[in-house]
């Protein structure tokens, strides 16, 4: 389970990716759309088929994102980086993350000579 500190994104994130717990089991849109392409190739006639009846709650669900997005600048300024940008990101921050594991590794080693002596 992804577990996001930005509110907005975790908003995002529930609307769109289905909850494997929940009784109330969302739709993917490719299996969606793939669906509702296959019953109007089906029953070109019927018209209580159409695309635009078959696909709109994904289109509710997009809207949704999209208000979600336009609520937050951090959301917004998050989900306009660049795929470099997120790489150089993800990297700062993962070197951020071994100097803060060596200084409590070295901590560690300090309160073990303290209680030792």
Known sequence: ???LNNPHLAQIH???VPDPNSEHQTLEFIPQLYYSLYQLKKEPNN????LENTTSSIRHRLKQCKSYIEES???RTLLGQ???EWEHAIEQRERELEVK???LTTLSEQIKQLKGT
């Open 82 to 84: 660049t795929c470099t």
């Open 1 to 3: 389970m992804v577990t």
């Open 47 to 50: 018209s209580s088929i159409s």
């Open 101 to 103: 594991k060596q200084v």
């Open 73 to 75: 600048e951090e959301c």
């Open 14 to 16: 529930s609307t769109l």
